[in-house]
């Protein structure tokens, strides 16, 4: 019989916590406690994410999409001065407004997501 542990292999949301908190500094790691104590998420810093910012949302049919062209408006569910939605690897973020960097648009957030919002909509 296969445990429920085994079957859900997304971790408890205690052990999610505990591996978010900064490791103790250890002075010497020889023994395994002394090791487990000082285990880190170093090693997710390297993964690439995919970041997009969404400033709206529409529905359209398929003939009126083939009939786009240079200067063809499409309106869009958001109000102008609403914020941007901020996602990455399409799971909202944060929200915020676009600045101009330089010659470049970007994101100042206002809004970002709870931890533990972002850690249960992981899955």
């Known amino acids: 019989m296969v445990s429920e542990k085994q079957e859900n292999s997304r971790p408890e949301p205690e052990?999610?916590?505990e591996l978010l908190q900064e490791p103790d500094p250890v002075?010497?790691?020889?023994?395994p406690?002394?090791?487990?104590k000082s285990r880190s998420l170093d090693f997710l810093y390297d993964i690439p994410l995919q970041v997009s910012v969404e400033i709206g949302r529409c529905r359209m049919l398929l003939k009126?999409?083939?009939k786009m062209g240079e200067g063809y408006v499409i309106e869009l569910d958001k109000l102008a001065g609403?914020?941007?939605d901020l996602?990455?690897?399409s799971k909202l973020i944060a929200r915020g407004e676009a600045v101009m960097v330089g010659d470049?648009?970007?994101?100042r957030l206002t809004d970002v997501v709870s931890t533990l919002?972002?850690?249960e909509n992981l899955g």
């Open 64 to 66: 009126d999409l083939l």
């Open 87 to 89: 996602y990455v690897n």
């Open 117 to 119: 919002n972002r850690i």
């Open 15 to 17: 052990e999610i916590k």
């Open 104 to 107: 470049k648009f970007g994101i």
């Open 33 to 36: 406690a002394e090791e487990k």
């Open 27 to 31: 002075i010497n790691s020889d023994s």
């Open 82 to 84: 609403e914020p941007l």
